[in-house]
């Protein structure tokens, strides 16, 4: 098979019907028919945007040798057809690995008892191999699976993957997802982190079968650890059953189980937690801005000014800062946003910003990594303990720190009042949070942020502004 070079890969540009970007695309000849179809790579901000175009050429070379490796396995399996068709030996063709696998498959159906060849996918390849209905495709899996065997974690006695190396399928997965802006990085890092749980209660073992009760297991574990306080929350409970059922669900769907488990119900079932929504008050978050460094305070003015979430700010890039103003799509919900920002807010991201490209994240970790939103929400805990701010008692009866989405609640409840005062539309508060909802319909033109009708949106952002009077 002829080695495809990066420099023989050409992709071209569409705009989409929104002028917001467009995507990378390649037209092909399909062979099955002879029509010309297109195959879409990558999204990117436009034609000039080269990092968003090396990662459509990287995509379209591995694209362009999975053809190529499924065309080689179509020609080895006709060969052998026709070797038995005409009632030769099949045995007498050469003994290419390529060709013992093909005769080795056409021999064994996959029955019930037998291991489908679609669990034994190359790693790599998993994303553009999820459901192959064609020997063909089934062989070169097969095929690419046997070159990489011996770099990946397989259970000896079974010859299947262990759930280690699933969940780093599934991650893989997710992180192709991140490239084409389907989830943040801040989500990304998320689900990495609450399957881990998981990963160490399966401790190397496979899926044979077991999994609604390997589930439950977990799930008693959680409940355990959660009433002894070895969980630091509810919301951490929740979080970890929510990653796993996710992996649970990409695994079904990319046929490594072979039933989707019933349990759903009761794995998820959500435990009690502090639902938050009690605003702060003015004195305490002044306490609060004190005791806080200049980066911590650049959250805090974001959460307050734009009603942010901290995985919101978590993945904040550089193209959405556009002079006193962010501009953009919420990850969590994907509803646009035009915010006006204070000038102390434009002043602390300026001086705390770890990133100057459009295209990179404003905030990154010291391994230049998405900062996770639970690192803030832990840093933002350490600034409540040192401004001695106490908003109630935990149930163990201990005083009870504030949280970071109390800043968000704040500021909700600040334009909430002053909705009500001037008698306008209610639907402006959705429009502050950023919420899909109904009855922002009226705000929203076409759905871009640039044309959002922000001129009252702008009167409140400038009386949240007058109320906290933060300064530097």
């Not at 023989?8 to 970007?21: I, L, M, P, Y």
């Not at 901290?310 to 959405?320: E, T």
């Not at 640039?450 to 109320?467: A, C, F, H, P």
Request: a positive charge.
């Amino acid at each position: 098979m002829a080695k495809i070079k990066s420099s023989d890969v050409t992709v071209s540009f569409k705009k989409n019907n929104k002028g917001r970007g467009g995507t990378f695309y390649k037209k092909y000849k399909d062979p099955a028919d002879g029509k010309w179809k297109v195959k879409y790579f990558c999204k990117g901000k436009g034609k000039s945007d080269r990092v968003a175009e090396r990662k459509a050429k990287a995509m379209c070379l591995e694209w362009q040798e999975e053809l190529e490796m499924v065309a080689t396995m179509a020609r080895v399996i006709n060969r052998v057809k026709a070797a038995t068709a005409n009632g030769g030996n099949p045995d007498a063709l050469g003994d290419t690995l390529a060709e013992q696998m093909v005769k080795a498959m056409m021999g064994k159906p996959d029955t019930a008892d037998a291991t489908p060849v679609h669990q034994l996918s190359d790693e790599d390849l998993e994303e553009h191999f999820e459901e192959p209905d064609t020997l063909a495709d089934q062989a070169a899996k097969q095929l690419l699976y046997s070159k990489h065997s011996a770099a990946r974690k397989v259970n000896p006695q079974k010859g299947k993957p262990t759930i280690s190396t699933l969940v780093e399928q599934w991650l893989r997965y997710e992180k192709s997802r991140v490239a084409i802006g389907k989830i943040g990085e801040s989500t990304y890092a998320d689900k990495a982190k609450n399957v881990k749980p998981f990963v160490e209660h399966a401790n190397g073992d496979y899926f044979n079968g077991n999994v609604e009760e390997m589930l439950m297991s977990f799930r008693a574990k959680l409940d355990m650890q959660l009433a002894a306080g070895e969980i630091g929350s509810g919301w951490t409970h929740i979080g970890y059953t929510k990653a796993t059922w996710q992996f649970i669900d990409w695994c079904y769907t990319n046929h490594k189980i072979s039933e989707m488990p019933r349990c759903k119900k009761p794995f998820c079932e959500r435990v009690p937690v502090d639902e938050g929504g009690k605003p702060l008050q003015l004195s305490d978050i002044h306490k609060l801005w004190s005791s806080a460094g200049d980066r911590m305070k650049c959250f805090i003015a974001l959460a307050l000014n734009c009603g942010m979430k901290n995985a919101d700010i978590a993945a904040l890039k550089g193209s959405q800062l556009k002079g006193n103003r962010l501009i953009g799509y919420r990850p969590k919900t994907g509803v646009p946003f035009n915010m006006k920002l204070w000038p102390v807010t434009v002043e602390l991201i300026e001086k705390c910003r770890d990133n100057q490209g459009d295209d990179e994240l404003l905030f990154v970790n010291k391994d230049g990594d998405a900062v996770k939103s639970g690192v803030i929400s832990s840093l933002f805990k350490k600034v409540s303990t040192k401004a001695d701010v106490i908003v109630g008692e935990t149930k163990g009866g201990n005083p009870k720190g504030a949280t970071f989405e109390q800043l968000r609640d704040s500021s909700i409840d600040l334009v909430d009042k002053q909705l009500f005062e001037l008698g306008y539309d209610r639907g402006l508060l959705q429009v502050f949070q950023q919420h899909a909802d109904p009855s922002t319909a009226r705000y929203y033109r076409d759905k871009t942020p640039e044309r959002l009708q922000i001129k009252k949106l702008d009167e409140l952002t400038d009386y949240l502004g007058e109320v906290y009077g933060l300064k530097l």
